[in-house]
Nanobody, 123 residues
Framework: QVRLVESGGGLVQAGDSLRLSCTVS????????MGWFRQAHGKEREFVAG???????YYADSVKGRFTVSRDIAGNPVNLQMNSLKPEDTAVFYC?????????????????WGQGTQVTVSS
């Protein structure tokens, strides 16, 4: 059974930083492509960042240059370092795992999901 657990969310001020972590348990997680998504209140869930098993990363334009996704050599945890946070980054952040080899922006390509962690950025 694959399980993803996010941690590290919280309430911060604009300009601050937060580091989210996603701990994955289960078989073969090192081979998963991992993605971070977020859902703001009243909006659809959107892709934020992703990383392949080999460490290739992709970012949404809205976070490029501010967020960094990483995974250690063991593949776990998968981290999302968020710098220069803005009020519009306020959302529930989810990590997701895919058995595909590439990062995609489609939710349907990800099989495994965490429960989400709230990030709130005040102005």
């Amino acid at each position: 059974q694959v399980r993803l657990v996010e941690s590290g969310g919280g309430l911060v001020q604009a300009g601050d930083s937060l580091r989210l972590s996603c701990t994955v348990s289960g078989r073969a997680f090192r081979t998963y492509t991992m993605g971070w998504f977020r859902q703001a209140h009243g909006k659809e869930r959107e892709f934020v960042a992703g990383i392949t098993p080999g460490g290739i990363t992709y970012y949404a334009d809205s976070v490029k240059g501010r967020f960094t996704v990483s995974r250690d050599i063991a593949g776990n945890p998968v981290n999302l370092q968020m710098n220069s946070l803005k009020p519009e980054d306020t959302a529930v952040f989810y990590c997701a795992g895919s058995t595909g080899g590439r990062v995609t922006r489609r939710e349907s390509d990800y099989t495994y999901w965490g429960q989400g962690t709230q990030v709130t950025v005040s102005s």
